[in-house]
């Protein structure tokens, strides 16, 4: 059993609309040091698989195939292998 950490954001040059609310936002609170806001989300979820290689296979198609839009989104991701119910 593994454990994965997935981080989903859009890409570069794709405009991050949240992310410059968020930083107007943030700058209207006096943060005017912050700077180049990106939003994202986080997903973790556990896999079912006997080996690494197996584990990052699933990862990366579930992500291909329902978890990111490949067209404007990139994934990363870090697995833990976990024993005993615990990473």
């Avoid at 994202?40 to 990366?60: C, L, N, W, Y």
Wanted: with cysteine; charged share 25%.
């Amino acid at each position: 059993m593994y454990k994965a950490n997935i981080t989903v954001a859009l890409r570069p040059a794709i405009l991050d609309v949240q992310g410059k609310a968020v930083e107007s936002a943030l700058h209207n609170l006096g943060y005017n040091g912050i700077e180049h806001v990106r939003m994202g989300k986080a997903i973790t979820m556990s896999v079912d698989a006997d080996t690494e290689s197996e584990a990052k296979r699933i990862v990366e198609e579930a992500c291909a195939k329902l978890l990111t839009n490949p067209i404007i989104e990139d994934f990363h991701y870090r697995l833990e292998r976990v024993t005993n119910g615990k990473a």
